[in-house]
């Protein structure tokens, strides 16, 4: 695990070799197989995230009763999974393209073909079916948040 909002990841020379400075410095295996690097970065992310809305209740003092991916990160049914564990709470993951369907009901509503920002939704409600990942308990999870929340303390 990697806490993924270090500076040291935002543009490296390369982020295989960021990677594993960073496991080798928080004491941790070092690896040189992408898919186990593929791992720790998506594993990273999801821990983040669920500290990240742990962080958000503990400021407004209100439940966040899930968490709503969208763009291309909702395509990862690994991350939504892990995310969903995690923050302990449903991911829904949908749409892909965000950016470009709010941009969409923007113009729609600026030329009149919608009346309202509510009505807009309700367009993206019926033709957007986000996938629901509810939160499943994973084997060694418990101690691999529990390194996390080191690694982050350390690094945030």
């Not at 958000?56 to 939504?80: Q, S």
Request: a neutral charge.
């Amino acid at each position: 695990l990697v806490y993924p909002d270090h500076p040291r990841f935002f543009n490296p020379d390369s982020m295989t070799a960021e990677l594993q400075g960073a496991l080798a410095e928080s004491r941790q295996e070092v690896t040189e197989e992408p898919a186990r690097l593929a791992k720790v970065v998506l594993d990273s992310l999801a821990f983040r995230y669920a500290s990240v809305v742990g962080t958000i209740e503990k400021l407004t003092h209100e439940p966040i009763p899930g968490i709503h991916i969208v763009g291309g990160g909702c395509r990862n049914d690994y991350l939504n999974q892990a995310t969903a564990a995690a923050a302990g709470r449903p991911v829904m993951a949908g749409p892909a393209e965000a950016t470009a369907t709010g941009n969409l009901i923007l113009q729609a509503i600026a030329s009149g073909r919608l009346p309202s920002l509510a009505e807009a939704r309700a367009v993206v409600a019926r033709s957007v079916r986000p996938r629901r990942f509810e939160p499943r308990e994973r084997p060694g999870w418990s101690e691999a948040a529990a390194r996390y929340r080191d690694i982050e303390e350390r690094y945030a």
